[in-house]
């Protein structure tokens, strides 16, 4: 391919990084100068309609690690990151004139809030640029599943089924190659720091199952020890459940949820893994996982802002209660559950929480106290390191009843906490620990 000799912007958003990135590869294919841009938008750090901010502390603090990595792997790129603290669809148009931008490229997002900032994007920049959106954060691309959106399967297992049954994962893209030191800018850019962004500074807490970094470094080192130091992906369907340590699952939700890695990357690692290692049923289950990841992303894009209606995509009546008492003793682990009090506090004091333990605190807020199940969905995405809009809201859903669970199941929480924490060590290394606070 004959590259144009103009530039072209990459503007990232929820895909932090430069392995497997549609936005770099094909920019740098095509125009002889790329410059990459990320803005910490304002929006996302400001006070939801709950009360609480939107982003807080220990999520924060992985996406700015997340992004001074993306920054160092694109310097040795020879391309400069444009850091700001801004509205980007304000002033990635400043660039596009600044620097005379011929091309932008970014990653589709379909929700609304980052459907909105696209089209006010595309409001306000010249009708000479050209625009390419794709989407790139799917394991299975929405152009090669077996069956149209609105063909989409209301369950899940039908949805694995077909796809397994018919659908490829595609080739990883290569990463970008090394560009002329003339490519970079000679101005540089710093990531804002916590107050910055409004935010109390933190320290990792000695009890964290997740005392990892932000970006895809961290990443990468994290699946080396998981896939081949330890060699615990042959154990994940029999670990995945528990509470305690850094091994008891892969922990990669968290550079998934900012697209430090992307789910190509983990599934032909695992394809690998497999070949080299072993192949079995724990094998099996992290790619089981991914396809669950894309599920809910399929289902809000068919579905939209319904998602975050109270009605769920099943546009279901209940009575629901909204006291602020109520969901703050949820929040500070005053229930009368000590085990969603020893998962409320670890998620508090680390910004991480255990699957079991998320599906069992959501199930204690919609299913015990009867609470607005978004409220808790808003919870979780402000605090947890691994948020994503999909995968959260879908969870949520589907736990509160008004999503893809066709049984509408309800956790009895003290035979969770009996089967998944026997002797109770969970429950009072967390417990014990607020009763001196």
């Not at 996302?44 to 997340?66: D, H, Y």
């Not at 720091?193 to 961290?218: Q, T």
Request: with cysteine; glycine share 4%; aromatic share 16%.
């Amino acid at each position: 391919m004959q590259k144009v000799k103009g530039t072209a912007l990459v503007w990232f958003r929820n895909d932090l990084r430069i392995s497997d990135h549609y936005g770099l590869f094909h920019a740098s294919k095509s125009y002889e100068k790329i410059i990459a841009y990320y803005s910490f938008d304002p929006k996302q750090f400001s006070v939801t309609s709950w009360g609480f901010k939107k982003t807080e502390s220990f999520r924060a603090q992985f996406l700015i690690e997340t992004v001074q990595q993306l920054q160092l792997d694109l310097a040795a790129k020879n391309i400069s990151l444009i850091i700001e603290h801004n509205d980007p669809s304000e002033n990635i148009p400043h660039w596009i004139e600044s620097e005379e931008i011929e091309a932008l490229y970014f990653q589709k997002e379909w929700t609304k809030e980052e459907r909105e900032t696209e089209e006010r994007l595309r409001s306000n920049l010249p009708n000479s640029v050209e625009i390419h959106a794709a989407y790139d954060q799917f394991l299975f691309y929405p152009e090669d599943v077996p069956m149209s959106l609105d063909q989409l399967p209301e369950v899940f297992t039908n949805f694995r089924k077909q796809c397994e049954k018919n659908t490829a994962v595609r080739a990883c893209y290569p990463e970008v190659e090394r560009q002329e030191t003339s490519n970079a800018l000679q101005e540089t850019f710093a990531c804002p720091s916590l107050s910055d962004l409004g935010l109390n500074e933190i320290s990792s807490h000695p009890n964290s199952a997740f005392p990892f970094k932000g970006g895809s470094k961290a990443a990468k080192e994290r699946i080396a020890h998981y896939f081949w130091g330890s060699k615990k992906l042959s154990y994940y369907k029999n670990t995945r459940n528990g509470l305690l340590g850094l091994d008891y699952s892969s922990k990669l939700s968290a550079w998934l949820g900012n697209g430090s890695l992307s789910a190509r990357e983990i599934y032909w690692e695992v394809r690998k893994y497999e070949s080299e290692i072993k192949k079995n049923q724990s094998t099996y289950w992290l790619i089981f996982e991914l396809i669950w990841r894309d599920y809910f992303k399929f289902i809000s894009l068919k579905h939209q802002d319904a998602i975050f209606h109270l009605g769920g995509i099943l546009n279901k009546r209940y009575e629901w209660e909204n006291s602020p008492e109520v969901f703050q003793n949820w929040v500070e682990g005053k229930t009368k559950e000590p085990f969603v009090n020893a998962n409320m506090l670890e998620l508090k004091k680390t910004g991480w929480m255990s699957n079991r333990g998320r599906q069992n605190v959501a199930s204690f807020f919609a299913k015990e106290i009867y609470m607005d199940w978004r409220m808790g969905a808003a919870y979780f995405e402000s605090q947890l390191i691994d948020y994503d809009v999909h995968s959260n809201y879908g969870n949520w859903m589907y736990v509160a009843g008004v999503g893809n669970d066709p049984r509408d199941r309800k956790f009895n929480i003290r035979s969770q906490a009996e089967r998944y924490d026997t002797n109770g060590t969970f429950q009072q290394l967390w417990n014990q620990q607020n009763l001196f606070e």
